[in-house]
T-cell receptor, first 115, second 115 residues
């Protein structure tokens, strides 16, 4: 039973390019979360999605960032016109249902470097 | 807003000696509290969680934590450190009423274990 799969593991982009980060949740999980970890900091919540719906995006920057979780395929976090400050590790997590007691499984992250 | 404070950015111990990682939470009522571990270049793994049942919570790999309401603390302990315990540890809270896993992370404590 594969865990949460994120790809790519490492992504390098020049300023102004687009970054697309993919997350395949665990089998049977329909709830996906994205977190960002800036250097030397803890993780910060970005967005919570269920299939085809954004439930809470209160942690997403207002501009350039978007997320989706289509009916088929992985969840995508998209960052347009990247800047140096976007350099961070982006973690995806999934759970089988909502609620604070539902187990949350994290992927190994995508490390984005903006040059 | 609910938050957690990890009092030490780094803790160094010798293999075989006890581990104490400190965490205080801010809340006027019992929150949901967690400890997660992050090994280098890996995702996060849940060590243990407190959700208002027993105040002494046992987790994986010999770790445990005690919820002390009078001290607003949730310190992580282990009787005897192992080299494989070297990692980053995060104290985490889910604000009451959130309804889903909108984790609020502490800044982390890096545990160093020497032979």
């Amino acid at each position: 039973n594969a865990g949460v799969m994120q790809n790519p593991r490492h992504l390098v982009r020049r300023r102004g390019q687009e970054a697309r980060l993919r997350c395949s949740p665990m089998k049977g999980h329909s709830h996906v979360y994205w977190y960002r970890q800036l250097p030397e900091e803890g993780l910060k919540f970005m967005v919570y999605l269920q299939k085809e719906n954004i439930i809470d995006e209160s942690g997403m920057p207002k501009e350039r960032f978007s997320a989706e979780f289509p009916k088929e395929g992985p969840s995508i976090l998209r960052i347009q016109q990247v800047v140096r400050g976007d350099s961070a590790a982006y973690f995806c997590a999934s759970s089988p249902e909502t609620g604070v007691s539902s187990p949350l499984h994290f992927g190994n992250g995508t490390r984005l470097t903006v040059t | 807003a609910q938050s957690v404070t990890q009092l030490d950015s780094h803790v160094s111990v010798s293999e075989g000696t006890p581990v104490l990682l400190r965490c205080n939470y801010s809340s006027s009522y019992s929150p949901s509290l967690f400890w997660y571990v992050q090994h280098p270049n890996k995702g996060l793994q849940l060590l243990l969680k407190y959700t208002s049942a027993a105040t002494l919570v046992k987790g994986i790999n010999g770790f445990e934590a005690e919820f002390k309401k009078s001290e607003t603390s949730f310190h992580l302990t282990k009787p005897s450190a192992h080299m494989s315990d070297a990692a980053e540890y995060f104290c985490v809270v889910i604000p009451r009423g959130t309804g889903f896993q909108k984790l609020v992370f502490g800044t982390g404590t890096r545990l160093l274990v020497s032979p």
